[in-house]
Structure formats: C-alpha cells, structure tokens
C-alpha cells in the first residue's frame, strides 16, 4: 500500500487499486489484516489481508446472489445457516424474507465489530433483528458439533488463504451436507475462474462428490476482478434447480423485496456457464 | 504510467494496474496514444489513450460475443461491416462464419499495423483472408456514403474520448440503420453501466429511437473493470432476439466453431439484465 492507495495483493501482475481517501480502521485482527478506508467509486471499503471484501457501491452484487437465488428456488426456506459473511451483507439480504432464524458463524469478532461500527450500510440492522444469532466459532466447528438443520447454508467466506482455508476441504461440506435438510441448498464462494481456476475447480469436485445436484451459477462482481465469480449451488434434491420462472416471478412479486442486480430472469440466466467455466468443471 | 505499471486512467478514484514485463511499442498515432506491453497474467495488452483495448489472455469474451450472437441468431449473414476494431480480434470470430465478405473500416492505420506485428494471436491471419477488405477512414464518413449494405453491423470503439466521439452520435446510428439489411442487426460496444452509466443510456436511447428491436446484452470482460459490459443490440426485426434454442444449438454444432466464452445457452443468458442495468434504460 502506498501512502494514498490501496493496492489488491491477490495477484502477482496485476492489481486492482484504489484511492484512500480517508482510512477508517487498520488492524491486525487474531486472524487477518483488516483495513477500512473510504474511497471515491466504491464508498467504504472493507479488505482481508489484501483483499477487497465489499464495498458499499457494490455490495449488493455479491450478497443478492448469495442469498435469493436459493431461497426464491426452494420457497419455503425456515432456517438459514452463514458462515463467514461478517459484514453481515448476506445477513441482510436473507433476512428480507420471512425466515424464522438466521444463524451466521464467524471466526472473527474483530470483523463484525468493526463492520457494525464503520458499515452499518450494509448489515442495515440485520445484527440486531431478533431472528438473528451470532456465534463466533470456527465455521468448521460449527457443522461439526451442530444439531440444528438448515434449509439454506451460504459459505460467505474469503478465498482459501488464511482463515478460510479450512472452509475449502472436503470434511467440512460433508458437515454442511449433514447439516442441510432433506431439500436444503448449499451455496458457497468459489472464487472467479478467470484467475483462480484451481479454487473453482476443487469446490466442484467436492461437490460433484457429495451431492447428486451441484453446480455453479454467476456473478460479475466489480471489485472481484477477472469476470464471473462462481457460487458453488449444491443440494440433494433437483427440485429447486427446476423451479420455473413464473414461479420464481410469484415469488419474487410476492416477497415485495427491492433488488439492484437479482430478478428472476438474472436468476435463470446466471446457471448458464461460458465455456472456459465448464471446461474446469470437466 | 510508472517504471514497472500500466495503470488505467479512466477512472479518478481507482485503477486497474498491470505489471510491464516488457513494452513492445509506445507512440502517439495521429489519433491516440498507443501502447504494447507483454503482462504477465494476460499475455501482451493493447492500450489506447490510457485504456486497455485487449489482451492475448482476456479478448475471447468480448470478440466472441461481439461477432457470434448476432451472426448465429440472424442465420444468414454473408456480409459483415466492422467500424474500429483495429486489433482484428471481431475480424478473426466473424471469418469463423462462412460469410462472403468482411469489411472493417477503422480510422487508425497504426493500430492495425502495430497489432498484426506485435497482436498476431488476436487476429490469427484474419486480415490476410480474401473475404476480409480494409478501409482506413473515418467510421461515421464512411457509413454516410457507402452504397453497400450489411446483415451485420459491429462498433468495435473505444469508449466515447478520443477518436471514438462520433461513433456515439445518433446521426452515425442513423446512417448505419440506413446500411443495415432488413433482418440485418447492429451491435455496439456500450461500456460497463456501472462505471459507464451515462454511456450505456447515451446508446440505448438512441437505439429505442431508431430500431423497433433494441437492448443490451452483457459479456463480463475481465479487464474492462466494473462487473457487465453491455453490447447494444439494435434491429429492425424481432425475429434475431426471438431465435430459439434448439435452432441456436444446430446452427453452433453445424458451424463447428471452437469458442472459450459463447454457447448457445450464454447466447440467450446474455439478454437476462440486472435490475441496476433496466433501471438506466428507463
């Protein structure tokens, strides 16, 4: 990092960078290195360890196609599961649906703090909606111990360095799998192929094994740089794959949920996969 | 631009950046600032004024999406008119096609003779084919007085500085109407909405005024930062839009045409839009 710029340390030749304009917060968490800073384009910024986790500006890509698209395919989602995601973005936008319970699993304190304190725009009051129970825990812990079962699970975390790496092997899905209902979705972060085509590549290959219908669906988010990030959809049950959509349109009218980027037709369109994506699913 | 850098200048507030291992070529064209740099992620890039035109790694998302829909949706095009486009890469996908000719007319002999030397990958002998004809002029001068017409219509601009300013005027929308075939369709680069809001709504609204069939479709081009890129689509037929799949599918397994990015299912996906992108469209 520079005086007055952020610089992304994912990749050797390249970067995406951008003006500090103020920086907020700086620390080394238990776990990470944690930044926020204020930024002309994207509006508060939050980084791990050199990578952009959200913005305000563009939040609403990454965290809308995390959590509507299964809960608008499965329709009668009760108990939602998040590990990870402590900003609480994805937080928000499952709780806009009449859920009974959203349990998010984060193993750092540090990051939901200082995202309450410096990103209320994007948690909105999700931290605090009584619906809501926070556990801070290794997420891998979490799925191993629980006894609770979960339509949708969202693996909201950061790419396989660091804390996450453990939210990439195989042991932990089996407890994800073991911690679904009998039609529950499982959707995980999978990183953008373009750049990272092993992360995509063992996330499928995890769930190619564990579950009968499993894929990817896309996300072009802006400051996710290198095209489509994939989200990992895994499940026991093809059923919510084929929802159709005018039932998904029902649905999506019927919510009265206000999106930026989901729609019923983005929805669809998102499962199908260009061909560099599907080559690395082989 | 720094010893080691090329950072992208279009934006105040961030930047992509990539690292020179190399630079093959720098000058100043009569029209434009042009650099030729070999990355170490996306192989040699060509820049324009400050803006990354297209690299070796990256440029099958935009040249394959340029060229494929429109030509595999009409299913008869024999002649193809591309405006810029210099680089060859739009060149190169729409010769895959068995069309009778292809004309490109761009207005910067520089950009094509520095991209056959250094960007030989990107064309791949395309200006070399006997259907290809090159004109060097002025894009907007030559579809006001050519008597020739066009199944096909392809603006492959830089963004609306520079030399590019014309190609954004309604009077060369116009006279490309007027050079159009009846079922033939027009598709012009229209910026990342994003970042690019007033550009993407600069095009649509004069597609809507001229064409009874107009949009975007969307291609997420790595390193044109900021999620979608959108590609105008403008015909005076509905009948390219409403191509089936099944037809869409025929027509792409008979032409035998390798692509890393188009299939027919991403060819229909593509028209699916975010709701941030509907709202700019009015």
Known sequence: MTDSW????LYANFQLRLRINNVLHHQKTDYQDLIVFENGQFGRVLALDGAIQT????EFFYHEMLAHPPIFAHGDVKRVLIVGGGDGGALEEVL??????AVMVEIDPTVIKLSKKYLPAISAGAFEDPRTEIVIQDGTKFVSETKERFDVIVIDSTDPIGPATALFQKTFYENCKRCLTEKGILIT???VPFLQADEARDVHRHLRTLFPDHGFYTVPVPTYSGGFMVLGWASRSDQNRAVS??????????????TRYYNPDIHLAAFALPNYIRELMG
Chains 1, 2 share one sequence.
């Open 6 to 9: 952020f610089e992304e340390t």
């Open 245 to 258: 959509r005018d039932r998904l349109e029902r649905r999506y009218t019927a919510s009265g949920i206000a």
């Open 189 to 191: 972060q999978s990183g």
């Open 96 to 101: 806009k649906h009449p859920v009974e319970k």
């Open 55 to 58: 913005t305000e500006a563009d």
